[in-house]
Every structure is written in structure tokens, then in C-alpha cells.
């Protein structure tokens, strides 16, 4: 571009300016930079100081983002770079400060970009009267007289005539006005509520633009009303959860009212910092989802109570927005208050303050004497999702053990930790689960010795201690071999004393006899039973289940040992008569009776080792081991195995079609018969022999 000397252009100005200052100075080289000659750049110079010296401004308000945005797409056209530098240069005058007027920079920058109209030939064909520079003669701007010219200046610089932007104006002044009242709930001048929808009055004549910006601001109004009218109806009979939830949703209410104030302070500014319907739309743009949101929940929770309305806004908090997905976090945090209140309570001392049924433990108001199984119940459908089914199980079990320690009379209460929502509740569960665990352990191992009083049903009821159980069958022979309803109870329990004070288990004394019922022709050898009357808490353990278990496979054992011993006494009778029936020529009768005798005495002895060795024994053994550091219900499963185990190896659990019990007990019949049959005819040959003699 060919420039203008300095001097040239100095002597044109100075025909009509005699006093020139710095900002004419700055004037003249910037003008110079545009136009090399002299005639035009003295009607451009002009025309500069013109638009200086007026009162005119666009209409659009001073958003310095918007115009940035504007800028950085034009000059992304010709290369990111350019926009890239322009940003940066941005970003440092914004941390600067300065200057002041970036705006006013902003939008002359973006006017006079080539991407424009050709201002030059609009520019020279509108200027035709020079305009004395102001800061060179004092002398008073002077107007502009015609709307021709307005409205090509207008096409120039995005201005429109003075007139016309007054009535854009005062018409959004008016909006943002009655806006301001729908947001509050209240109908406006010219925007009302109509029943479920918001209507403007048709007489405003509001451009397109400016009215869908005006309804979606509307919105925001409509849902605080419908959110207001949802908080009176709920407003009654609700449970604690449904309470947290109104009074956060209420307490979210008072964020907005404070918005909505400051928001009506600032329609009272001076024009350049008035309220526009852009700002307005801003300002309200995440109160208007966090309404959308309230609204949402309040339907979705209508209905719902407890641990399902934690659930319903936990499952909105799953959302791909962050926005969202941080504000529902920060409702269920203090909705969830009351439920992790009653979860505190629970863990750390064993009490249930559910007014309402909202938490996922219950109690049972038909309980029996087992109060650890009955007395609590665990309620699934009240779990929160983002609590695992895991972790429900072990908060479950940790307040009834700090409840059943309680009730034992030992120190139950734990240092207690605040529980809200967004903890590692997994870990803090686990470590109160170790503690609780251990310390119930040891109260049952320790304290009330739950391994001596295992061990005693072990000995006496599936018959490991040997030596007592021939005692026993020695002492009661006689007694039980007689009918059934001949046999009284304290008779028999006379024996089983003298039979246990040799004993120095310290639990004998819980034992007991117990007759079964009888039928018709019973012996005493089919209704005997041990009984066993476990202390609290141990009978949490050795539950009437457990002892029902106990009695079926001490019934089974009882009547192998009998088995047993009956060969034993046919084997000692064969010896004693063995000379005297020997000289009788009874040599083959006897050789094939002890035959018989040697075969079921080698399949009683077998089967009792297979019972009681890989049987009790190994089950023994293997419960011992686990038994150690667990909970109440895992130590009770793992006796309920233990006694599963000795069952199945006792053959006492048929397998499919084979009822292997039946028909041991048909084999111990027949070698009971087997001996009657001896002993009788024992009995025939003696008789003759006696006879013959």
C-alpha cells in the first residue's frame, strides 16, 4: 500500500486544524495505513472524527466471549495459528487488566476485518461534508441530519438509528422485568401463567429471537412453581427419608431465591450494567437443570419411602452429564442423612431406631427363644444399589452380634466413626466385621467354653469316649432289655451318674437321659436316649435343630454299639459252653455258629471304624480348625456341616433309590435275632444233655 508522507498529510490538516493533540496525531498515522491518497485520506480522516465525536453505540451489549468467538472464527479461516495467537494475546490483556475498553476493541477490530462489506466505496460515498476535529478547534460535534445517512452507517458499524434501538430496548427491559416475576411464581405484565403453560401477550410485537430466549428463560419460573406445589402436597405424614429429601430440595429453594434477588438488584443498574435477556438466560441456565432435576425426583420419589428413595436419586446420579452427575451426589449426601444415622447407630451399638421400617433390618415381633435367629430380619428390597449385597449381609450381622453380646452382659459399644455418603463403606464394614467377629469368638470359646461343651457331644452323644459308652451298656443290660413301659426315667439316670464320675469334662453336668416314645413291643434298649441342656449363648450354636441332629445319629450309633455288644456276649457264651457242647457232638453246629459269629463280628467292627474314625473323627478335626475368628452365622454353618459330614458317612442320607439305613438296621436285627436264635438253642442242648445225664 503506498503511504502518505508525514508532512503532506500535515500541511492538508492544517488548513482547517491549527491546534493538533495526540489523539489527532494517532488519528493521522492510523489513517494513513489505510489510504495512500492524500484526497481520501483526508475525507477518511474526517469521516473518522465523525464517528468519534458521535453519541452513537451498537446495540448489541458489550459480551466481550461473544465477540472473541467471532473474531477467532474469521481468523480460523485463514489459519489456526492466527487464531491460536489471538487467544493467547487475549488471555494475557484479560490477566492484565487492561485495557478497559477491550470491548470497545473488540468489536472495531471485528468491523473494519476484510471479511466485511467493502466499507471503502459505502465509507467515501457518504461522506461528502468534512467535520471539524473537536480536539482541534473546540468547536461541537455536529449531528447527523438525515436517516439516509443513519441507515448506511448503520450497515457500516451494526447500528441502527437511534429511535429503533430505544424501543428493542425498554421491549427487553420489559421482558426481563416480567421475567423476573415468573421466576418467582408470580404473573407479569405482559408474560402470565396460563393454567400449565406460560403466555405472552401478543400485543408486544417481540421478535422470534428474543421470544424463544424469553421462553426458555420462562422455564425456569414453571418448574419452581410445580416444584413449590410438589413440596406442599408431600408435605404431610412422611417418613424421615421423604423429609430429607423436601428439606434439601427446600434448602436448594434458597440458593435460587437469593439468585432471583440479586438478579432484580441488577435490573436496576445504569443501562451499561442493566440486566439483559442473554445474562439473564446465563445466570439461569444451571438453576433451570437443578430445577429439572428437583421436579424429576419429586415425582420419581412420590410414592416411595426409606431405602428406595435413597435408590431412586442414587440411579440419577449415574448420568453422563458432569454437572448432573456432581449435584445428585451432593442431594444424596444429605438425603441419605437419615439412613446413615440408623446405619451408625446399628453398627456401633447394636440398636435399631427405625421409626418408619426405612432401613434394610427389621425386627421380628413373633420371635422364639433363639433370638439370633429370629429376633432380626434383613430386608433386600431396602438395600441401597450402591451398597453390595455383601456388605448388607455384614452390617446385618454386626449390629445383632453387638445386640446378642448385649444380651450376654459383656461391653458391647465400639469407637464410633461418622458414616455419610461417598465413604469406603466396603472397608470401614470390614474392619468393624474383624472386631465384632474376634470379639464374639473369643466371649464363646474363652468365656462360656463352646468347645468344651462340643467336645462332651462328641463323647457321650456320638460315642467317642469308648470306655463310658461299654460302661454304660454294662450297666443298663439288664434295665434296658426289659419291655418299654416297664422303665422309668430316674432309674436310668441314677446309672448314667454313676457312669460319668469317673468323667473331668467340666459340661457333664448338662447331660441328661430322655426316653423316647414307645411302641408296642419295645425294649428299653429302643426308647434310651441321651439328653443334653445347653447353657445361653451356647444353645445359639446347639440349637434345637443342631440337638434334634445330635439325638437322630446318637440313636443310630447306640444301636450299632448294642449290635456290637451282643456279639460280644454271644462270642463270651460260645466260649464258656464251648467243652460241653463239644463233647456232645455238637462240633459242626458250633464251628458253623462261630463262623456266622466271626463274619458279623468283622462287619460291625469295620463299619464302627469307617463311622467313627473317617466319620466323627476326621469332622471332628476339620470343624476344630474353622472354627476360630467367625461370625455367629458362619460358625453356626460350619457346625451344621460338621454334623452333615458325620451324617452322610453314617450312612444315615439315602442316595437316590438305595436306602443304606434301612437295611443297616435290618442287618443289626438279624444278628440280634441271630443271637436269640444261639441262645436258644444253646439252651436245647444243655437241656438234653441234661436229661441224658
Known amino acids: 500500500m503506498k503511504m502518505l508522507g508525514n508532512e503532506q498529510l500535515k500541511k492538508l490538516i492544517k488548513k482547517t486544524d491549527k491546534k493538533p493533540e495526540k489523539e489527532s496525531k494517532q488519528l493521522l498515522k492510523l489513517v494513513s495505513l489505510f489510504q495512500g491518497d492524500p484526497q481520501k485520506q483526508k475525507k477518511l480522516y474526517d469521516y473518522s472524527l465523525r464517528i468519534m465525536s458521535s453519541r452513537l453505540q451498537p446495540i448489541v451489549s458489550g459480551d466481550e466471549l461473544h465477540l472473541s468467538e467471532l473474531i477467532q472464527k474469521k481468523l480460523a479461516k485463514s489459519g489456526a495459528e492466527k487464531a491460536l495467537r489471538f487467544t493467547k494475546i487475549l488471555e494475557k490483556l484479560v490477566q492484565l487488566g487492561r485495557p478497559r475498553n477491550r470491548w470497545e476493541m473488540l468489536y472495531f477490530l471485528l468491523k473494519i476485518s476484510p471479511e466485511q462489506a467493502d466499507y471503502h466505496e459505502i465509507m467515501f460515498e457518504t461522506v461528502n461534508e468534512p467535520i471539524e476535529d473537536p480536539h482541534l478547534t473546540n468547536v461541537e460535534p455536529q449531528s447527523i441530519k438525515t436517516a439516509e445517512k443513519q441507515q448506511q452507517m448503520a450497515a457500516v458499524f451494526g447500528t441502527k438509528p437511534k429511535v429503533v434501538r430505544t424501543s428493542r430496548q425498554e421491549l427487553e427491559d420489559q421482558l426481563v422485568q416480567d421475567l423476573i416475576f415468573i421466576l418467582q411464581g408470580v404473573d407479569g405484565t405482559f408474560v402470565k401463567f396460563n393454567q400449565e403453560l406460560i403466555s405472552f401477550d401478543e400485543?408486544?410485537?417481540?421478535?422470534?429471537?428474543?421470544?424463544?430466549?424469553?421462553?426458555?428463560?420462562?422455564e425456569l419460573g414453571w418448574l419452581?412453581?410445580?416444584?413449590?406445589?410438589?413440596?406442599?402436597r408431600l408435605d404431610t405424614d412422611v417418613d424421615l427419608s421423604q423429609q430429607s429429601l423436601l428439606a434439601t430440595i427446600r434448602d436448594e429453594q434458597k440458593e435460587y431465591y437469593k439468585l432471583v434477588a440479586i438478579m432484580e438488584t441488577h435490573t436496576q443498574l445504569d443501562p451499561e450494567q442493566r440486566l439483559t435477556l442473554k445474562r439473564l438466560y446465563v445466570w439461569t441456565s444451571k438453576p433451570l437443570q437443578k430445577l429439572r432435576i428437583h421436579n424429576i425426583l419429586l415425582e420419581a420419589c412420590e410414592q416411595a419411602k426409606g431405602g428406595e428413595i435413597i435408590s431412586i436419586v442414587h440411579s440419577y446420579s449415574l448420568h453422563g452429564d458432569p454437572f448432573i452427575k456432581e449435584y445428585?451426589?451432593?442431594?444424596?449426601?444429605?438425603?441419605?442423612?437419615?439412613?446413615?444415622?440408623?446405619?451408625?447407630?446399628?453398627?456401633?451399638?447394636?440398636?435399631?431406631?427405625?421409626?418408619?421400617g426405612e432401613?434394610?433390618?427389621?425386627?421380628?415381633?413373633?420371635?422364639?427363644?433363639?433370638?439370633?435367629?429370629?429376633?432380626?430380619?434383613?430386608?433386600?428390597?431396602?438395600?441401597?444399589?450402591?451398597?453390595?449385597?455383601?456388605?448388607?449381609?455384614?452390617?446385618?450381622?454386626?449390629?445383632?452380634?453387638?445386640?446378642?453380646?448385649?444380651g450376654c452382659g459383656e461391653p458391647h459399644e465400639l469407637e464410633q466413626q461418622q458414616l455419610t455418603y461417598g465413604q469406603d463403606l466396603d472397608f470401614i464394614v470390614n474392619q468393624v466385621y474383624k472386631k465384632m467377629s474376634g470379639r464374639l469368638s473369643e466371649m464363646l470359646l474363652r468365656k462360656y467354653e463352646l468347645i468344651e461343651h462340643l467336645q462332651v457331644l462328641k463323647d457321650y452323644f456320638l460315642l467317642g469316649n469308648a470306655n463310658f459308652v461299654q460302661q454304660l451298656m454294662e450297666t443298663l443290660d439288664r434295665t434296658l432289655s426289659k419291655p418299654a413301659t416297664t422303665i422309668y426315667r430316674h432309674h436310668l439316670t441314677g446309672?448314667?451318674?454313676?457312669?460319668?464320675?469317673?468323667?473331668?469334662?467340666?459340661?457333664?453336668?448338662?447331660?441328661?437321659?430322655?426316653l423316647l416314645e414307645a411302641s408296642a413291643g419295645d425294649l428299653g434298649w429302643d426308647v434310651f436316649a441321651l439328653d443334653y441342656h445347653p447353657p445361653f449363648p451356647v444353645n445359639t450354636i446347639l440349637n434345637p435343630q443342631a440337638m434334634h441332629c445330635y439325638l437322630k445319629l446318637f440313636s443310630f450309633l447306640w444301636r450299632m454299639k448294642r449290635t456290637e455288644h451282643v456279639l460280644q456276649n454271644?462270642?463270651?457264651?460260645?466260649?464258656?459252653?464251648?467243652?460241653?457242647?463239644?463233647?456232645?457232638?455238637?462240633?459242626?453246629?458250633?464251628?458253623?455258629?462261630?463262623?456266622l459269629n466271626a463274619s458279623m463280628s468283622h462287619f460291625m467292627t469295620q463299619l464302627q471304624h469307617f463311622i467313627l474314625l473317617d466319620g466323627v473323627e476326621a469332622s471332628w478335626v476339620e470343624f476344630?480348625?474353622?472354627?476360630?475368628?467367625?461370625?455367629?452365622?458362619?460358625?453356626?454353618?460350619?457346625?451344621?456341616?460338621?454334623?452333615?459330614?458325620?451324617?452322610?458317612?453314617?450312612?444315615?442320607?439315602?442316595?437316590?433309590?438305595?436306602?443304606?439305613?434301612?437295611?443297616?438296621?435290618?442287618?443289626?436285627?438279624l444278628v440280634i435275632a441271630t443271637d436269640a436264635f444261639q441262645s436258644q438253642v444253646y439252651a436245647s442242648r444243655v437241656s438234653q444233655l441234661t436229661i441224658g445225664c
Not at 446309672?495 to 430322655?514: F, G, M, N, P
Not at 444315615?652 to 438296621?665: D, F, P, Q, R, Y
Request: aromatic share 8%.
Open 570 to 595: 454271644t462270642w463270651k457264651r460260645q466260649m464258656s459252653m464251648h467243652l460241653e457242647l463239644r463233647n456232645a457232638g455238637c462240633d459242626q453246629l458250633l464251628h458253623q455258629m462261630q463262623l
Open 328 to 356: 445428585v451426589e451432593s442431594l444424596l449426601s444429605r438425603v441419605s442423612l437419615p439412613f446413615y444415622s440408623m446405619m451408625q447407630r446399628w453398627i456401633y451399638k447394636g440398636e435399631l431406631d427405625d421409626p418408619f
Open 224 to 232: 419452581y412453581r410445580k416444584v413449590s406445589k410438589s413440596l406442599e
Open 495 to 514: 446309672a448314667l451318674e454313676s457312669c460319668l464320675r469317673q468323667s473331668s469334662d467340666t459340661q457333664i453336668k448338662h447331660l441328661d437321659v430322655r
Open 203 to 218: 400485543t408486544l410485537n417481540v421478535p422470534a429471537p428474543m421470544l424463544d430466549l424469553a421462553t426458555k428463560i420462562a
Open 624 to 669: 476344630n480348625d474353622k472354627m476360630h475368628n467367625l461370625d455367629l452365622d458362619l460358625l453356626i454353618a460350619e457346625h451344621n456341616k460338621y454334623l452333615n459330614r458325620i451324617t452322610i458317612k453314617s450312612m444315615l442320607v439315602s442316595e437316590g433309590k438305595i436306602n443304606l439305613t434301612s437295611k443297616l438296621l435290618k442287618i443289626f436285627d
Open 359 to 406: 432401613f434394610f433390618v427389621s425386627t421380628n415381633p413373633q420371635m422364639n427363644e433363639n433370638i439370633w435367629k429370629t429376633k432380626f430380619g434383613l430386608e433386600d428390597d431396602n438395600v441401597p444399589p450402591f451398597i453390595s449385597r455383601q456388605t448388607a449381609k455384614k452390617i446385618f450381622l454386626i449390629g445383632k452380634t453387638l445386640d446378642f453380646i448385649k
